[in-house]
């Protein structure tokens, strides 16, 4: 595994110098997606090259504001109603903030793995869902119109009801710039969204913008941003940090995955904790000077690993590199024509627009249900509404699966030391006198008892049985829930005159046996290592007890 390093090499100059030309312009244009001035972006990516190049693992991350992230801080800002533009405004910051507090107290407390609880098919129904929603409302930044409704729906029929006021020459100024960011993709190194920029800069400074009636972005009020907490009541802390909590899964999924998935392909070490603080940090940053939330987006960090990055240096070289231009070009920033912006968002977010990732899904036939209800939450109920209900999807997968109590009965295979689920096994043969059974998921208070219940009824319908051996190898634990139901079923075995052997304990769980002492359930009953360990010992057969070429001698009664 390789280790992240600060000193930069001739490769990580290259790559600094050709993502600044990416960053900048996607930094801007972001600031719009999330309805903050344009400013805000800029902010944010100083706060995100900064912090994370000093505290962050990834040598291929470029933390900055992304466009999923600001699509969600504007549908959570928007959530709250009956409060001025500025107060509003105000709380989107506390948003950011209390996120990064999220992200510290996360890493703190080592939950780097929470992301997971967040199903892929969900994340990628959602952001097919998300990219889209994000390039319908560029269109009216290139058009000129301004939509009544911000839904989906209603805001695409409005757009279309809109279309005899459309600005044709915007709309052709957007194709241009779009085929351009193409052609230029091909060349990795090449700064192609700053040179669709400085193209649209001088259409602006020429006049032929004002005469095509589109307009520039405007101001960069960078001498606004001041370091300040906000100045919000105490029922809107409470509202912020309900929606900041969403913020931040999405954020950590998303960067999270960029991580993971560049590490792997390089062989890096991966340190999911340290990273939580490092993005914690980050957008408290942001926060603290009015930015906008930041995560390691997939487009820019992939951009840092092709433009040839070798060290977290290139991080840093951007960030001055893009310092550079705001200090001798600011002016210049303020004449980019709003229709050159939403190309490179559309752009920027076009990767996402793939629906070959859901082609899986069908093929195996598993989970496209929740892919494509993850997809069209985001397009009827919003951004926000959207991704909640996917973690809500998420979770309730998660606990589905878990809850079923799905139980195999084991049989010998091949009067060997294997035993395997006798119904995926015709073959596998029954020990006469015994019930051998194994929960398929991992107990705890969903299913304990359900599980208990089952192995009940089994035992209910085998008279004559004399034995019962459980298999806890899906279990390395045992909550109170599961321990008061073992306890129920060694007692009702125990009054059967039914005999209770374990297999395949932990060694935390046998701990945890010791301290409980279930009566029926003595120590030696949970000392086998093997389900063949536990029939041998019930069947009082040596371990050598062998038929000729290594065969277990099978037994016919107990």
């Not at 689920?421 to 304990?448: S, Y």
């Not at 004399?466 to 075995?493: K, R, Y």
């Not at 932990?506 to 029939?535: M, N």
Request: neutral net charge; aromatic residues 6%.
């Amino acid at each position: 595994m390789r280790t992240p390093r600060l000193t930069p090499t001739g490769a990580d100059w290259i790559a600094g110098l050709s993502i600044a030309g990416l960053l900048l312009p996607e930094a801007v244009a972001y600031s719009g997606i999330a309805g903050a001035p344009p400013q805000a972006g800029v902010i944010a990516l100083f706060a995100g090259l900064l912090v994370y190049g000093l505290l962050g693992r990834s040598r291929f991350a470029i933390v900055s504001s992304t466009s999923s992230s600001a699509a969600v801080l504007l549908a959570a800002s928007s959530s709250v109603q009956h409060v001025t533009a500025d107060h509003r405004a105000l709380m989107g910051v506390g948003m950011v903030l209390v996120a990064g507090i999220v992200f510290v107290l996360a890493g703190l407390l080592r939950l780097g793995a929470i992301s997971q609880f967040i199903a892929k098919p969900v994340l990628r129904g959602f952001a097919i869902g998300l990219a889209l929603t994000i390039v319908v409302k560029q269109l009216p930044l290139a058009v000129g119109v301004h939509p009544a409704h911000s839904d989906f729906l209603h805001f695409g029929w409005d757009l279309l009801g809109l279309l005899p006021q459309w600005n044709w020459r915007g709309l052709a100024m957007l194709v241009a710039a779009l085929l351009a960011l193409r052609l230029l993709a091909r060349w990795k190194a090449m700064p192609g969204a700053l040179l669709v920029i400085a193209a649209g800069i001088a259409l602006d400074a020429s006049g032929y913008c004002n005469a095509w009636g589109i307009v520039p972005v405007g101001s960069l009020q960078l001498g606004s941003a001041h370091l300040a907490v906000p100045e919000l009541d105490w029922a809107d802390w409470l509202r912020v940090g309900q929606l900041a909590v969403a913020l931040a899964l999405i954020l950590y999924a998303e960067s999270y995955s960029s991580i993971r998935s560049l590490a792997l392909r390089h062989g890096d070490a991966v340190s999911a904790n340290r990273d939580l603080l490092a993005l914690g940090g980050a957008n408290i940053a942001s926060a603290l000077f009015q930015g906008l939330p930041v995560g390691a987006g997939f487009s820019a960090s992939s951009a840092n690993e092709t433009a040839g990055a070798q060290s977290k240096a290139a991080g840093l070289i951007a960030c001055a590199v893009v310092a550079l231009l705001i200090w001798q070009l600011l002016p210049w920033m303020e004449r980019i024509p709003e229709p050159m912006l939403a190309a490179i968002v559309i752009h920027a977010v076009a990767h996402s627009l793939n629906w070959k990732v859901l082609q899986p899904y069908f093929a195996w036939r598993r989970d496209r249900t929740v892919a494509l209800t993850a997809f069209a939450a985001v397009i009827v109920l919003g951004v926000l509404d959207g991704l909640l209900l996917a973690m809500v999807v998420s979770i309730a997968m998660l606990l589905k699966r878990m809850a079923q109590a799905r139980v195999s009965e084991l049989g010998r295979l091949a009067d060997g030391h294997d035993f395997v689920d006798r119904q995926t096994h015709p073959e596998a043969l029954p020990v006469a006198g015994l019930l051998i059974v194994r929960p398929e998921e991992r107990m705890f208070f969903g299913n304990a008892d359900a599980v208990m219940a089952e192995i009940s009824a089994r035992v209910r319908s085998r008279p004559g049985l004399q034995a019962v051996v459980l298999s806890l190898e899906e279990c390395p634990d045992l909550d109170s829930t599961s321990i008061e139901a073992l306890t129920e079923l060694a007692g009702q075995l125990a009054k059967a005159g039914v005999q209770l052997r374990l297999a395949r304990v932990k060694d935390g769980v046998r701990d945890l046996l010791q301290r409980v002492q279930i009566a029926g359930l003595s120590p030696d009953s949970y000392l086998a290592w093997s389900v063949d360990d536990a029939v041998r010992a019930l069947l009082q057969l040596p371990a050598a007890h062998q038929v000729p070429g290594g065969a277990t001698q099978p037994a016919s009664s107990i």
